[in-house]
Nanobody, 127 residues
Framework: QAQLVESGGGLVQAGGSLRLSCVAS????????VGWFRQAPGKEREFVAA????????VYEDSVKGRFTISRDNGKNTVSLQMNSLKPEDTAIYYC????????????????????WGQGTQVTVSS
């Protein structure tokens, strides 16, 4: 089992920044790829970014490339998502999830590939 807790969400004006954190406990976090997903009202959960458990492979959804940066600190069991130049369309609940894939470099973008999920943190971007 792994427990994931997100933090750092909030209300920000368009163009602003937020830094989300995902802290894990339980099963060895350093052996999992970690993804960030988001879900806006009335929409399906969508992929945002993910990082391999080796930290060498990052993948981003096209609309956040160049604005969002994912990073991890395995010593602190933490994965962060730095979000800059936020837009109103980034408004959603953001979730982190852990994928205990056996591959050090694999990153997957489908929610069903992930084994454990946090409860989410709300991000609201006003225009």
């Amino acid at each position: 089992q792994a427990q994931l807790v997100e933090s750092g969400g909030g209300l920000v004006q368009a163009g602003g920044s937020l830094r989300l954190s995902c802290v894990a406990s339980g099963r060895a976090f350093s052996s999992s790829a970690v993804g960030w997903f988001r879900q806006a009202p009335g929409k399906e959960r969508e992929f945002v970014a993910a990082i391999s458990w080796g930290g060498t492979n990052n993948v981003y959804e096209d609309s956040v490339k160049g604005r969002f940066t994912i990073s991890r600190d395995n010593g602190k069991n933490t994965v962060s998502l730095q979000m800059n130049s936020l837009k109103p369309e980034d408004t959603a609940i953001y979730y982190c999830a852990a994928d205990f894939t056996p591959s050090r470099s694999v990153v997957r973008i489908t929610p069903s590939s992930y084994d454990f999920w946090g409860q989410g943190t709300q991000v609201t971007v006003s225009s």
